[in-house]
């Protein structure tokens, strides 16, 4: 069983950025990948960024490239979703997500645990 606690979500203005983490408790954190997704109201999930557990292979969706980032430490046990260019429609709750696997995954059935969420609001 894995164990995922969010953090660092918040309200920041258009433009500006955030941090989130996930601190991951249960199993071996460093043979898991892990990913980020969000759901805004009314939408459905959308992935955000994935990492693998071997070398750190990241990969993104469309809609975040360029302004997200994913970063893992293994030492803490915890994954990093670094957000520059904060735009409104980025406001979502923001969710951790892991599962064992050599790869990095896009489809959240691909996923075995979640976290509880955090929210983030971008103003415009």
């Known amino acids: 069983q894995v164990q995922l606690v969010e953090s660092g979500g918040g309200l920041v203005q258009a433009g500006g950025s955030l941090r989130l983490s996930c601190v991951a408790s249960?199993?071996?954190?460093?043979?898991?990948?892990m990913g980020w997704f969000r759901q805004a109201p009314g939408k459905e999930r959308e992935f955000v960024a994935a990492?693998?557990?071997?070398?750190?292979?990241?990969y993104y969706g469309d809609s975040v490239k360029g302004r997200f980032t994913i970063s893992r430490d293994h030492a803490k046990n915890t994954v990093y979703l670094q957000m520059n260019s904060l735009k409104p429609e980025d406001t979502a709750v923001y969710y951790c997500?892991?599962?064992?696997?050599?790869?990095?995954?896009?489809?959240?059935?691909?996923?075995?645990?979640w976290g509880q969420g955090t929210q983030v609001t971008v103003s415009s």
């Open positions: 990492i693998g557990w071997s070398d750190g292979s990241a």
């Open positions: 249960g199993r071996t954190f460093s043979r898991y990948a």
């Open positions: 997500a892991a599962r064992s696997g050599s790869g990095y995954y896009a489809r959240g059935v691909e996923y075995n645990y």
